[in-house]
């Protein structure tokens, strides 16, 4: 029986994941401030005039990140992400600090519930939130907007646009049955509510009705076998989850075994850690399929932002997983955006404008007019495999 994070009542301890393929023994070297090929800007010189912006001083730049580390029975679900943006802060500093400034990190625990206050601090003191994972963001958005905090989120909202769940992965669920039966899964809160919907809607515009939606809790131990069970008088053959891979996807694969549906999971549980712990326990993890709005370590040259990223946070000490990624593409969206700014004084309104810098994280994330594209991952016994578009550092896109 696999065992979520969590339930021997002791605080959620990292991993240390590392996916599969491993990062390579000898990569190539990363000289000077680049990334995968692009100019980083680590390093430079301070503007020597007076700064007035909250989270900047003449030798330091303050930038907030965070998770929900007070919601044990969340799993790791983007508890790993403020460790990946310290490792690139970290390595930003080996090379002179952003524009000059030293880089100093803050991660905030909102603890699920405590997203508001913490966005108030926020604004207060830091220049911008970074690459965090709070499972309820959404509660924060007024406060962030209100005071023009800038965010480079590891799950952009524009990443969701204009189709908010691609459907690449349901149709190799489905496997050209189109009457199987469909459920959604998700966290009790108000973002997995709004997921929830946001799926059934693209679903039900592709054709597909949904059977059943679970919520599960955040804070308390999930009934994983009750909500398998039900899932199972309702015929469902294809579940859309929400969730981590430890806190959601494995655990309801675990409850169902190998006569269980088919669950089709995010960037969260692209964990191989978390894979290969879910098999020793003898759970079908080729049940999952993932769909990932970037592209996978797998892809190798293909994806050299993915590999370059990696390679920092191995070499700092960070796990290696989809949301640790993802925070990393965040602070180099950050890192783009500041360099942008750099000839107006790191302004909030400048930093929170359209188009500033380089939103797809050196190409890690889709072009900005690509938005809803996707790479569909099978999960295995062996590792990660490509399922559409079999071309390496390719996305499949939505027609049209």
Known sequence: MFTPAGDDGQPLTDPGTTLVPPIPDDPPALEGPTLAGSPLPCGGTADSTTVEVIGVDASTISIATGSDEGARFAGESGARMPTA??????????????????????????????????????????LALVGAGYLQASQGVSVWGGCGLPRFDGWPADIRSPNPVPLFAHRVAIDGDPEVA??????????????????????????????????????????WAGISERLTAAGVGVVHVAGSCRGATMPLVAAGGSSGPAVIADASSYDDACRRDAIADGVPVEKV?????????????????????????????????????????????????????????????????????????????????????RVVMRVGSDGFERIEPVAPGEFACPAG
């Not at 880089?103 to 909102?110: C, G, I, K, R, T």
């Not at 913490?118 to 207060?124: G, P, S, T």
């Not at 640790?324 to 909030?348: I, K, P, T």
Request: proline fraction near 5%; charge should be negative.
């Open 182 to 223: 469909v459920a959604i899964v998700v966290p009790d809160s108000t973002a997995g509510r709004t997921e929830a919907e946001e799926t059934e809607f693209a679903l039900r515009t592709d054709g597909v009705s949904v059977v059943a939606i679970e919520f599960f809790p955040l804070t308390a131990q999930p009934d």
């Open 289 to 373: 399929i993932l769909q990932l709005p970037f592209l996978p370590l797998e892809d190798r040259d293909a994806a050299p932002a993915t590999v370059a990223m990696a390679q920092i946070l191995d070499d700092f000490g960070a796990p290696v997983s989809g949301d640790a990624l993802q925070a990393s593409a965040a602070f180099w969206n950050f890192a783009a955006a500041a360099d942008a700014c750099e000839a107006v004084g790191l302004l909030r309104a400048c930093l929170s404008g359209p188009n500033v810098g380089d939103s797809s994280g050196a190409g890690f994330f889709p072009s900005a007019d690509e938005r809803a594209c």
């Open 85 to 126: 943006v310290a490792a690139m802060a970290e390595y930003c500093n080996t090379l002179g600090g952003l524009l000059g400034r030293v880089l100093s990190v803050e991660s905030y625990d909102a603890a699920v519930s405590e997203v508001v206050a913490v966005a108030e601090r926020q604004c207060e003191e830091v």
